[in-house]
């Protein structure tokens, strides 16, 4: 049974690699772009969660009004 061919060539690691430099310029630049993405994400999540937070006191302040009303509603009928 023949054997097959071993490829000639085995991924290098960057240490082996000639050019380690454009290497590591090319990591920082996806590493920056990383970053950016995640600061405009968390401005963009804030902005949000403060616009959730309003619709959510102005909700739990009107069904509070409509409670307090309806129980000072109940009471004047029963007097």
Do not use: C
Request: proline share 6%; glycine share 4%; net charge neutral.
């Amino acid at each position: 049974m023949p054997k097959k061919p071993q490829p000639d060539k085995m991924p290098k690691p960057y240490i082996e690699d000639g050019n380690i430099e454009a290497h590591i310029i090319a990591d920082m630049l996806r590493i920056e772009s990383i970053s950016s993405e995640l600061k405009e994400f968390k401005e963009v999540t804030k902005e949000r969660l403060n616009k959730l937070e309003s619709w959510i006191i102005a909700i739990v302040g009107l069904t509070f009004t409509t409670l307090v009303t309806t129980v000072v509603g109940l009471l004047m009928k029963m007097l």
